[in-house]
């Protein structure tokens, strides 16, 4: 008894070690060896296997790029997505959109797989502590899962840029130019950091590389861009400027950035980091990269604070953001703030009855739920029984023919649905529009060659069209959600002007049925 009691701790003390010896392994691994990325890589395409066959993504404007791509090969005609425009990413989704969305959003799996070489690549070349649990943060961080597996561009801006600040690494100035230009041609919004970068070449005196660098950028901005000036000129920096109430930006940014226990989380680390942190202001004086860090976040929090339509507008944050919490943070500290942002993903703290500003009630209702990852599979699915249901309901012998019926929200889903079903067309030329082939989309039965289609769908409607339409003997219906819209940037009521609302199961195309809310 007295044997086996010592031997007892013996083990206990065995396994702790073995088990700080693994976390000590992990925590240095380097996963830009072939073997081991290979298995890391294997491991990122595999969990996000479950998402490729359920749409092109939650945003509509992953449903717009699809459009886009579509109508490019059926018509042999450009129309932005979206303003200011997303070329590149445009025409590589045109060549795989004829397969599905499997095979687009592959193409997002696989370049974000690029992206999480770069990223590990960089850890090493900065020599950043912790790297190897910073890499699989990385790889599994909620908001990057979801935007690594849809039909969107920013991942693939995010990768560009990504590249562009290695090449500077490697005083590669024209190179990084280059990348940073393709970056933009993923997504304008990538020259923000061209400053950046300024700063960094001036900081590490390699101001003579500025100029090839930014020339290189713009130029290759210019051409990547050349398809959208040739229609619309400087007007292409049109954009939608709609202005977002503050509580709905605190909503956005704590539930969606990296879920509400994730940025608990963070909070929390970098208290239990104030007295690594004190170190920061002197570092950024004399530390090129952590100034560069730092200053990345700035410009894109700024940038996003702007214009905070969509949370995923900070993706490009991330690599930047974890770079200076493994500087800071130590490696109990950062294991446990990238676990729980991981683990948010699943699991999380939701307020499903804050959806009228921030009350008592957005606290009262808090509860457990489901993560951004579970919430973002339910959108999904939520999304397209309303596009399924629509189409069916339009159909029915209930609705009365010839009818108009805007779809608002689901408009780009409901199209690329039912592509083979329809005749996808444009209401009328419009450059200022921001989406001639959503926001002036028009869509009907193989009748739209006849005077009067049997049923024609539409985003929204101006006043004067829906009067056109009415007085042409059309009976017009509408959704919730256009109803809705139409007031907001029409500004009149369809229902007010003879306009049926559709009886459909749910007034929100990403809720499920009934009004109740989803988990998030």
Same mark, same amino acid.
């Not at 590249?163 to 304008?188: E, H, M, V």
């Given at each position: ?103 687009? =959003? ?101 101001? =003579? ?172 699915? =939520? ?138």
């Amino acid at each position: 008894m007295e044997a086996t009691e010592a031997l007892a701790p013996t083990s206990t003390s065995k396994c702790t070690i073995s088990v700080r010896q693994l976390f000590d392994q992990l925590a240095d691994l380097d996963f830009t060896a072939p073997l081991t990325f290979a298995g890391l890589a294997i491991a990122y395409i595999a969990s996000r296997a479950y998402w490729l066959d359920l749409g092109y993504g939650t945003d509509p404007d992953a449903w717009r790029v699809a459009l886009t791509a579509d109508y490019l090969w059926e018509h042999g005609e450009y129309l932005p997505s979206r303003l200011p425009g997303y070329p590149l990413h445009e025409l590589v989704t045109a060549a795989a959109v004829q397969q599905g969305w499997i095979w687009t =959003n592959l193409s997002t799996v696989f370049i974000s797989v690029v992206g999480l070489y770069l990223f590990a690549l960089l850890a090493k070349k900065l020599d950043v502590p912790h790297r190897g649990i910073l890499t699989l943060g990385f790889a599994f961080a909620p908001l990057l899962w979801v935007n690594s597996v849809m039909t969107m561009d920013y991942m693939w801006a995010l990768t560009f840029v990504l590249g562009t600040y290695l090449a500077l690494l490697n005083k590669q100035a024209s190179l990084a130019g280059f990348l940073l230009g393709i970056a933009a041609g993923f997504r304008l919004t990538s020259l923000f950091m061209l400053p950046v970068f300024w700063l960094l070449l001036w900081r590490t005196d390699e101001r =003579n590389q500025i100029r090839p660098m930014t020339v290189a950028c713009l130029a290759t901005t210019l051409v990547a861009y050349t398809l959208v000036l040739m229609d619309y000129g400087l007007n292409f920096l049109n954009f939608y400027d709609e202005k977002v109430h503050y509580e709905e930006f605190i909503k956005r940014l704590g539930k969606d950035g990296l879920g509400i226990i994730g940025g608990l989380a963070v909070i929390v680390g970098g208290l239990l980091s104030l007295p690594r942190l004190r170190s920061l202001p002197s570092d950024l004086l004399r530390d090129p990269h952590v100034l560069t860090w730092a200053a990345a976040i700035v410009v894109l929090f700024y940038t996003y604070g702007r214009l905070p339509h969509e949370i995923a507008y900070l993706v490009p944050v991330f690599p930047f953001g974890f770079f200076l919490m493994a500087r800071y943070m130590s490696r109990a500290v950062l294991v446990g703030t990238l676990a729980v942002i991981v683990l948010a993903g699943f699991v999380d703290v939701t307020t499903p009855d804050d959806t009228v500003g921030i009350t008592t009630e957005t606290f009262s209702s808090a509860r457990i739920g489901k993560g951004m990852l579970l919430s973002d599979i339910e959108t999904l699915r =939520n999304q397209m029984a309303f596009a399924h249901e629509l189409r069916a309901l339009t159909e029915d012998d209930a609705v009365r023919k010839p009818a108009v019926v805007s779809v608002g929200f689901i408009y780009p889903e409901l199209v690329m649905l039912y592509k083979d079903e329809l005749d996808i067309r444009i209401l009328e030329e419009d450059l200022t529009a921001i989406s001639q082939l959503s926001d002036k989309g028009h869509a009907c039965d193989p009748s739209c060659t006849r005077t009067t289609p049997q049923i024609e769908y539409v985003w929204l409607l101006e006043f004067d069209q829906f009067q056109t339409y009415e007085q042409g003997g059309r009976t017009m219906y509408y959704t919730t959600d256009a109803g809705r819209s139409t007031y907001g940037v029409y500004e009149y009521r369809p229902g007010y002007f003879g306009a049926l609302e559709l009886p459909l199961s749910r007034d929100n195309p990403s809720l499920g049925e009934g009004t109740a809310s989803t988990e998030r």
